[in-house]
Protein backbone atom coordinates (compact mmCIF):
# COMPACT_ATOMS: atom_id res chain seq x y z
CA UNK A 1 0.00 0.00 0.00
CA UNK A 2 1.05 3.61 -0.94
CA UNK A 3 0.79 6.70 1.16
CA UNK A 4 -1.47 7.82 -2.28
CA UNK A 5 -3.71 5.47 -3.62
CA UNK A 6 -5.97 5.92 -7.02
CA UNK A 7 -8.03 3.05 -8.06
CA UNK A 8 -10.30 2.68 -11.22
CA UNK A 9 -10.82 6.23 -11.89
CA UNK A 10 -12.87 7.28 -14.76
CA UNK A 11 -13.70 11.69 -15.48
CA UNK A 12 -15.14 12.21 -18.43
CA UNK A 13 -15.78 16.00 -19.70
CA UNK A 14 -19.13 15.69 -22.01
CA UNK A 15 -17.89 13.35 -24.81
CA UNK A 16 -14.30 13.41 -23.53
CA UNK A 17 -12.63 10.78 -21.67
CA UNK A 18 -10.25 12.40 -19.67
CA UNK A 19 -8.97 9.94 -17.31
CA UNK A 20 -9.87 6.12 -18.13
CA UNK A 21 -9.71 3.44 -15.48
CA UNK A 22 -6.37 4.90 -13.69
CA UNK A 23 -4.26 3.16 -11.38
CA UNK A 24 -1.90 4.23 -9.52
CA UNK A 25 0.05 3.88 -5.98
CA UNK A 26 2.78 6.39 -4.47
CA UNK A 27 5.00 4.74 -2.14
CA UNK A 28 6.10 6.76 0.71
CA UNK A 29 9.21 8.89 0.96
CA UNK A 30 9.65 8.13 -2.89
CA UNK A 31 9.97 10.72 -5.84
CA UNK A 32 7.27 9.63 -7.86
CA UNK A 33 6.94 11.96 -11.73
CA UNK A 34 3.79 11.50 -13.80
CA UNK A 35 4.73 12.19 -17.17
CA UNK A 36 2.83 12.08 -20.86
CA UNK A 37 1.67 14.11 -24.22
CA UNK A 38 -0.42 16.46 -23.92
CA UNK A 39 -3.94 16.22 -23.30
CA UNK A 40 -2.97 12.73 -21.47
CA UNK A 41 -4.90 13.15 -18.63
CA UNK A 42 -1.99 14.62 -16.30
CA UNK A 43 -3.98 17.67 -14.97
CA UNK A 44 -7.16 16.25 -14.31
CA UNK A 45 -5.63 13.60 -12.50
CA UNK A 46 -3.76 15.75 -10.29
CA UNK A 47 -6.70 17.80 -9.64
CA UNK A 48 -8.95 14.65 -8.51
CA UNK A 49 -5.37 13.95 -6.27
CA UNK A 50 -6.32 17.29 -4.42
CA UNK A 51 -9.98 16.85 -4.48
CA UNK A 52 -10.60 19.80 -6.67
CA UNK A 53 -12.31 17.67 -9.04
CA UNK A 54 -14.23 14.24 -8.51
CA UNK A 55 -13.79 10.77 -10.40
CA UNK A 56 -16.85 9.95 -11.93
CA UNK A 57 -16.07 6.64 -10.59
CA UNK A 58 -12.97 5.16 -8.45
CA UNK A 59 -11.37 6.47 -5.28
CA UNK A 60 -8.46 8.68 -4.40
CA UNK A 61 -7.01 7.57 -0.78
CA UNK A 62 -4.15 9.49 1.12
CA UNK A 63 -2.78 7.35 4.12
CA UNK A 64 -6.29 5.39 4.30
CA UNK A 65 -8.87 8.75 4.19
CA UNK A 66 -10.87 9.87 0.61
CA UNK A 67 -9.43 12.91 -0.50
CA UNK A 68 -12.95 13.40 -2.47
CA UNK A 69 -14.97 16.25 -1.97
CA UNK A 70 -12.46 17.90 0.68
CA UNK A 71 -12.45 21.94 1.20
CA UNK A 72 -8.56 22.96 0.45
CA UNK A 73 -8.14 23.57 4.03
CA UNK A 74 -9.03 20.10 4.58
CA UNK A 75 -6.50 18.37 2.38
CA UNK A 76 -3.44 20.70 3.68
CA UNK A 77 -4.82 19.46 7.10
CA UNK A 78 -4.73 15.96 5.98
CA UNK A 79 -0.84 16.54 5.48
CA UNK A 80 -1.14 17.33 1.27
CA UNK A 81 0.11 20.60 0.08
CA UNK A 82 0.27 21.33 -3.75
CA UNK A 83 2.57 24.18 -5.98
CA UNK A 84 1.01 25.06 -8.79
CA UNK A 85 2.47 25.65 -12.40
CA UNK A 86 2.11 29.20 -12.45
CA UNK A 87 3.30 30.31 -8.41
CA UNK A 88 0.55 31.27 -6.52
CA UNK A 89 1.70 34.15 -4.27
CA UNK A 90 1.20 37.64 -4.04
CA UNK A 91 3.08 40.07 -6.20
CA UNK A 92 2.30 43.35 -3.89
CA UNK A 93 3.08 41.48 -1.10
CA UNK A 94 6.69 41.21 0.72
CA UNK A 95 8.75 38.17 0.44
CA UNK A 96 7.97 37.66 4.11
CA UNK A 97 4.64 38.71 3.90
CA UNK A 98 3.85 36.05 1.30
CA UNK A 99 5.90 33.80 3.85
CA UNK A 100 2.82 34.04 6.64
CA UNK A 101 0.19 33.71 4.53
CA UNK A 102 -0.06 30.07 5.70
CA UNK A 103 -0.32 31.44 8.81
CA UNK A 104 -4.24 31.97 8.18
CA UNK A 105 -6.63 29.41 7.25
CA UNK A 106 -10.65 29.70 6.10
CA UNK A 107 -12.84 28.01 8.16
CA UNK A 108 -16.59 28.46 8.31
CA UNK A 109 -16.45 31.70 5.89
CA UNK A 110 -13.71 33.43 8.64
CA UNK A 111 -9.98 34.09 8.26
CA UNK A 112 -8.40 33.36 11.92
CA UNK A 113 -4.73 33.13 13.01
CA UNK A 114 -3.66 28.91 13.25
CA UNK A 115 -0.11 27.09 13.88
CA UNK A 116 1.66 26.40 11.05
CA UNK A 117 2.37 22.63 11.58
CA UNK A 118 3.88 22.22 14.91
CA UNK A 119 3.92 25.96 15.73
CA UNK A 120 1.99 27.05 18.95
CA UNK A 121 1.99 30.89 18.93
CA UNK A 122 1.91 34.02 16.91
CA UNK A 123 5.73 35.01 18.13
CA UNK A 124 6.91 30.98 17.17
CA UNK A 125 4.89 31.76 13.66
CA UNK A 126 7.16 34.72 13.02
CA UNK A 127 10.59 32.40 13.78
CA UNK A 128 9.68 30.06 11.46
CA UNK A 129 9.23 32.05 9.06
CA UNK A 130 12.14 33.69 9.20
CA UNK A 131 13.77 30.37 9.31
CA UNK A 132 11.98 28.86 6.48
CA UNK A 133 13.14 31.59 4.69
CA UNK A 134 16.52 31.04 5.47
CA UNK A 135 16.62 27.80 4.70
CA UNK A 136 15.44 28.35 1.23
CA UNK A 137 17.88 30.88 0.81
CA UNK A 138 15.40 33.68 0.75
CA UNK A 139 15.55 35.73 3.92
CA UNK A 140 17.90 38.65 2.59
CA UNK A 141 14.90 39.52 -0.18
CA UNK A 142 12.44 39.55 2.50
CA UNK A 143 11.49 42.81 2.36
CA UNK A 144 11.51 42.35 -1.71
CA UNK A 145 8.31 42.48 -3.60
CA UNK A 146 7.17 39.69 -4.41
CA UNK A 147 6.63 40.84 -8.44
CA UNK A 148 10.28 41.63 -8.36
CA UNK A 149 11.91 38.52 -7.73
CA UNK A 150 13.03 35.91 -10.66
CA UNK A 151 10.74 33.20 -11.98
CA UNK A 152 12.85 30.69 -10.06
CA UNK A 153 12.91 32.96 -6.29
CA UNK A 154 8.90 32.70 -6.67
CA UNK A 155 8.80 28.87 -6.97
CA UNK A 156 11.15 28.71 -4.11
CA UNK A 157 8.91 30.74 -2.53
CA UNK A 158 5.87 29.20 -2.40
CA UNK A 159 7.52 25.63 -1.86
CA UNK A 160 8.72 27.31 1.14
CA UNK A 161 5.10 28.22 1.85
CA UNK A 162 4.05 24.69 1.30
CA UNK A 163 6.81 23.00 3.16
CA UNK A 164 5.82 25.20 6.62
CA UNK A 165 2.62 23.82 6.67
CA UNK A 166 4.65 20.39 7.18
CA UNK A 167 3.14 18.02 4.68
CA UNK A 168 3.54 14.23 4.22
CA UNK A 169 2.97 14.28 0.27
CA UNK A 170 4.07 17.44 -1.57
CA UNK A 171 2.75 17.95 -5.81
CA UNK A 172 4.54 19.79 -7.73
CA UNK A 173 2.38 20.83 -11.46
CA UNK A 174 5.45 21.90 -13.74
CA UNK A 175 7.68 23.61 -11.56
CA UNK A 176 9.94 24.31 -13.82
CA UNK A 177 7.53 25.91 -16.38
CA UNK A 178 8.98 29.01 -18.00
CA UNK A 179 12.53 28.93 -16.16
CA UNK A 180 15.52 29.42 -17.27
CA UNK A 181 18.53 26.64 -17.48
CA UNK A 182 19.85 28.20 -14.34
CA UNK A 183 16.86 28.47 -12.29
CA UNK A 184 16.13 24.87 -13.67
CA UNK A 185 18.81 23.39 -11.98
CA UNK A 186 18.73 25.02 -8.98
CA UNK A 187 15.21 23.65 -8.43
CA UNK A 188 16.20 20.35 -8.65
CA UNK A 189 18.70 20.93 -6.30
CA UNK A 190 16.04 22.08 -4.08
CA UNK A 191 14.13 19.45 -4.65
CA UNK A 192 17.05 16.96 -3.83
CA UNK A 193 17.89 18.91 -0.63
CA UNK A 194 14.36 18.71 0.51
CA UNK A 195 13.84 14.95 -0.04
CA UNK A 196 17.04 14.26 1.89
CA UNK A 197 16.24 16.09 4.62
CA UNK A 198 12.48 15.74 5.14
CA UNK A 199 10.32 13.07 5.60
CA UNK A 200 8.02 13.81 2.78
CA UNK A 201 6.92 12.58 -0.55
CA UNK A 202 6.64 14.00 -3.46
CA UNK A 203 4.42 13.77 -6.80
CA UNK A 204 5.43 15.49 -10.05
CA UNK A 205 3.74 16.26 -13.11
CA UNK A 206 6.67 17.62 -15.55
CA UNK A 207 7.05 17.90 -19.41
CA UNK A 208 11.36 18.21 -18.77
CA UNK A 209 13.06 15.23 -18.99
CA UNK A 210 16.15 16.50 -17.67
CA UNK A 211 13.57 17.34 -14.21
CA UNK A 212 12.01 14.05 -14.41
CA UNK A 213 15.24 11.98 -14.57
CA UNK A 214 17.02 13.90 -11.98
CA UNK A 215 14.60 13.84 -9.22
CA UNK A 216 12.27 10.54 -10.00
CA UNK A 217 12.35 6.98 -8.73
CA UNK A 218 8.83 5.83 -9.97
CA UNK A 219 7.32 7.51 -13.45
CA UNK A 220 4.08 6.77 -14.38
CA UNK A 221 3.05 7.14 -18.16
CA UNK A 222 -0.31 8.57 -19.23
CA UNK A 223 -1.12 8.31 -22.69
CA UNK A 224 -4.97 9.46 -23.81
CA UNK A 225 -6.02 9.32 -19.97
CA UNK A 226 -5.14 5.85 -18.88
CA UNK A 227 -1.93 4.44 -17.36
CA UNK A 228 0.98 3.30 -20.28
CA UNK A 229 3.56 2.12 -17.62
CA UNK A 230 5.15 2.55 -14.74
CA UNK A 231 8.98 2.46 -13.82
CA UNK A 232 12.23 2.74 -12.89
CA UNK A 233 13.52 5.65 -14.76
CA UNK A 234 16.38 3.65 -16.56
CA UNK A 235 13.59 1.18 -17.36
CA UNK A 236 11.21 4.15 -18.64
CA UNK A 237 14.15 5.84 -21.05
CA UNK A 238 14.20 2.86 -23.33
CA UNK A 239 10.75 1.35 -23.46
CA UNK A 240 9.51 1.28 -26.59
CA UNK A 241 5.93 2.59 -26.24
CA UNK A 242 7.25 5.43 -24.11
CA UNK A 243 9.38 6.70 -27.03
CA UNK A 244 6.20 6.26 -29.49
CA UNK A 245 3.60 7.82 -26.86
CA UNK A 246 5.57 10.49 -25.38
CA UNK A 247 9.55 10.77 -25.10
CA UNK A 248 10.04 10.78 -29.10
CA UNK A 249 7.94 13.88 -29.15
CA UNK A 250 9.83 15.82 -26.95
CA UNK A 251 13.36 16.95 -26.05
CA UNK A 252 15.78 13.64 -24.88
CA UNK A 253 18.16 12.75 -21.90
Known amino acids: MGILEVKNVNKRFGGLQALGNVNLSIAENTVHAIIGPNGAGKSTLLNCLVGKLIPDTGSVMFDGQSVLGRKPYEINQMGISRVFQTPEIFGDLTVMENMLIP ?5 DGAFSLH ?19 SDMKLYDKREMH ?3 MSRGDKRRLEI ?9 LLLLDEPTAGMARADTNNTIDLLKQIKEERDITIAIIEHDMH ?11 LAQGTPLVEDTPDNIKGHPK ?9 QTV
Open 160 to 168: AMCLSQEPR
Open 146 to 148: ASS
Open 242 to 250: VKEAYLGET
Open 115 to 133: AIGSVASEKDVFEKAKQML
Open 211 to 221: VVFSLAERITV
Open 103 to 107: CFAKR
